[in-house]
T-cell receptor
Framework: DGGITQSPKYLFRKEGQNVTLSCEQN?????MYWYRQDPGQGLRLIYY???????QKGDIAEGYSVSREKKESFPLTVTSAQKNPTAFYLC?????????????FGPGTRLTVL | GQNIDQPTEMTATEGAIVQINCTYQ??????LFWYQQHAGEAPTFLSY??LDGLEEKGRFSSFLSRSKGYSYLLLKELQMKDSASYLC??????????WGAGTKLIIKP
């Protein structure tokens, strides 16, 4: 079955620690995205990648970093510089970035920083 | 700035019809998406509109008026499983999705 996987589903970390969230897709999609979802707000774009070894900052990239060494994988690191990291993180992919390309989402990782 | 507005919450009765509105102001327009999201889960794609008019897909229909910056999602024959949040998103001139905060739909028996 093709799809997007994110792990873990729940993650707890102490303040000041870096943490990496994994995202893997086997849909052969070129584009991948990381979003953050907070209660009462729309999804906000953190980073996106249109092709391997290339990525761009989204609206709220500060305190986050990504890599795209393989087409299938787009891990997100939440660094200690992120002031309010507790949130629901969603990874998505799409075939490309044209207007009609719907984004497919992984199940999400809920990060809680204690 | 870019803005997507949706009602925060709506309540409807099982078997009825509900219309969820979305108005937008974005820099450019390359299509409008509706997604469904159950609590704690991933959003799933419902519909895509790029031209004016109504797109029907089973119990769900989506309408777009580009001149008015307006869309609605129409859900017919409501079922309890339709209780979810419905997200409106517009693709702007840079092909980035701008998301509304979502409308939480509560279905009562």
């Amino acid at each position: 079955d093709g799809g997007i996987t994110q792990s873990p589903k729940y993650l707890f970390r102490k303040e000041g620690q870096n943490v990496t969230l994994s995202c893997e897709q086997n849909l052969n999609h070129d584009a991948m995205y990381w979003y953050r979802q907070d209660p009462g707000q729309g999804l906000r774009l953190i980073y996106y990648s249109q092709i391997v070894n290339d990525f761009q900052k989204g609206d709220i990239a500060e305190g986050y970093s990504v890599s795209r060494e393989k087409k299938e994988s787009f891990p997100l690191t939440v660094t200690s510089a992120q002031k309010n990291p507790t949130a629901f993180y969603l990874c998505a992919s799409s075939p490309g970035t044209s207007g009609s390309d719907e984004q497919f989402f992984g199940p999400g990782t809920r990060l809680t920083v204690l | 700035g870019q803005n997507i507005d949706q009602p925060t919450e709506m309540t409807a009765t099982e078997g009825a019809i509900v219309q969820i509105n979305c108005t937008y102001q974005t820099s450019g327009f390359n299509g409008l998406f509706w997604y469904q999201q159950h609590a704690g889960e991933a959003p799933t794609f419902l519909s895509y509109n790029v031209l004016d008019g109504l797109e029907e897909k089973g119990r769900f229909s989506s309408f777009l008026s580009r001149s008015k910056g307006y869309s609605y999602l129409l859900l017919k024959e409501l079922q309890m499983k339709d209780s979810a949040s419905y997200l409106c998103a517009v693709m702007d001139s840079n092909y980035q999705l701008i998301w509304g905060a979502g409308t939480k739909l509560i279905i009562k028996p």
